[in-house]
């Protein structure tokens, strides 16, 4: 979302290339490119404008280290000085009450609904509680169906009150509900117009008032630029939120509403959604981002995902079949299982330092491991226990009933044949690999 910026920012550092120290002329010239770089990323003139002037204050002041070229050091200071103005460090929710409330409020389509089932899921899977949703939104009848239609996808539930034209009411009477049966966090979806308006305000200050959430967050969708950092400010204004959720960040956005919003409304932003799907949520980091935004990659972020997924007892499984060469169909699906589990491949190979530039041009489909399924599901049980089995004959079979061709189902079992090879000569200790302290 950010390569633009990335690029720019880059080009910026190289002017100081070669120069043997940071000197209010040389360094003149760099902040000029780094204040045009962020404007045109769509950051508020008045913020990038501070920005740079903190950031040149620092880079006079530095004692410039014989180690250290003044480019990098540039780079260190405003990755640093981005950081800072993102928020410095990231700032949890707070689930404080017995339900804990948590409003949602923004404009429509800023992604609420959507955000809110992805919250009900975060909070369900990572910290273990009880979460209800209710579906506060009494002017659009299809938004009540889309929180049913996410609620039954992550296994939350949902509450409603058909008929009823009471919002405060609704939100207060599912409150009650959580109450009598165990929940311990409740989510209340708000209905959102298409600006912001006098009637939506008095409504959400209303609810607000009437369930004292411990965490209000704002919605606003990150492709909306300038207005985005507005209706944050207005929204503020009125509600006084705890945090600001951006939405779309997967989109064709400059990102520079992630900038802006925390200076301005002096909130931090808490979470960042870059897909439809339920599990594209993100904890905001601003050291992360400001790493992603100069092209550090966010190597972080990539490992804790890697962790969350892999599965200790699978792994051990897995080896003690590999060295026996008993890997077989069964274990290759289950390892694409587990890769798809970790989220859209292309966001997971742009957290790499250096990969999310390479990969811009690169479209990989969220599919891509559609017909790899479909041939092996095409497999009997025998062939994918005993792929040895798996004849021309069989081939030829699998090929009709998953809609591919020989060539297809050639390629995979020659794929599959040079991935057991290559995990045996792994796992046998054949091949040479890292030894991680404290294991064998
Ligand atoms: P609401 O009116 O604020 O409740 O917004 P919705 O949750 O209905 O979202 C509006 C549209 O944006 C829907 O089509 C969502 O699927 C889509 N959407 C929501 N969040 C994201 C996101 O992070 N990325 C993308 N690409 N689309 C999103």
């Known amino acids: 979302m950010f390569e633009n910026l990335t690029d720019k920012l880059e080009r910026s550092f190289k002017i100081l290339k070669g120069e043997g120290r940071i000197t209010e002329i040389n360094v003149a010239e760099t902040l000029k490119e780094i204040r045009r770089a962020l404007i045109d990323a769509d950051v508020n003139y008045k913020v990038a404008k501070t920005f740079t002037d903190e950031v040149k204050q620092k880079a006079l002041g530095q004692d410039v280290l014989k180690a250290v070229k003044p480019g990098q050091m540039m780079t260190k200071i405003v990755r640093d000085s981005l950081a800072e103005l993102m928020g410095g460090t990231a700032s949890d929710i707070r689930l404080d009450g017995t339900p804990a409330v948590v409003l949602i409020a923004g404009l429509q389509g800023s992604g609420k609904t959507t955000f809110s089932g992805k919250l009900a899921s975060f909070i369900k899977s990572r910290k273990g509680r009880q979460v209800l949703l209710v579906a506060g939104d009494i002017y659009r009848p299809a938004a009540i169906d889309q929180l049913k239609v996410l609620g039954s996808q992550i296994g939350v539930e949902v509450y409603t009150e058909e008929g009823n034209r009471n919002p405060v009411e609704i939100a207060e009477n599912a409150i009650r509900y959580a109450r009598q049966k165990a929940f311990n966090v409740v989510i209340v979806d708000t209905a959102g117009r298409l600006a912001v308006d006098e009637a939506m305000m008095q409504e959400i200050t209303a609810i607000k008032a009437a369930v004292k959430p411990s965490e209000t967050l704002f919605v606003v969708d990150a492709m909306t630029g300038q207005d985005a950092v507005n209706t944050a400010r207005e929204f503020n204004d009125r509600l006084d939120f ?7 960040l997967d989109g064709d956005t400059r990102g520079g509403a992630a900038i802006s ?66 890997f077989n169909f069964n274990d290759f699906i289950a390892q694409i299982q587990q890769i798809k589990k970790m989220g859209n491949l292309k966001d997971l190979a742009s957290m790499i330092p250096g990969m999310g530039k390479m990969l811009k041009n690169v479209d990989i489909p969220d599919d891509v491991f559609k017909q790899t399924e479909a041939i092996i599901s095409s497999m009997t049980p025998a062939e994918r226990e005993h792929p040895e089995i798996i004849n021309a004959r069989r081939r030829e079979r699998i090929a009709k009933g998953s809609g591919t061709t020989m060539a297809d189902v050639n390629r995979l079992m020659k794929q599959f044949e040079d991935t057991r090879k290559m995990m045996k000569a792994v796992a046998g200790g054949n091949m040479k690999m890292p030894r991680i302290p404290g294991r064998r």
Not at 272 to 299: C, T, W, Y
Not at 307 to 319: G, P, S, V, W
């Open 242 to 248: 705890d945090g600001v959720v951006l939405t779309k």
């Open 261 to 326: 919003i925390r200076s301005v409304v002096d909130k931090p932003l808490k979470f960042i959604s870059n897909g439809e799907k339920m599990d594209a949520l993100q904890v905001f980091h601003p050291e992360r981002m400001a790493d992603r935004i100069l092209g550090m990659g966010d190597v972080v972020s990539l490992v804790e995902r890697a962790q969350e997924q892999f599965d200790e007892e699978e792994a051990r499984r897995l080896k003690k079949k590999l060295v026996k060469n008993q």
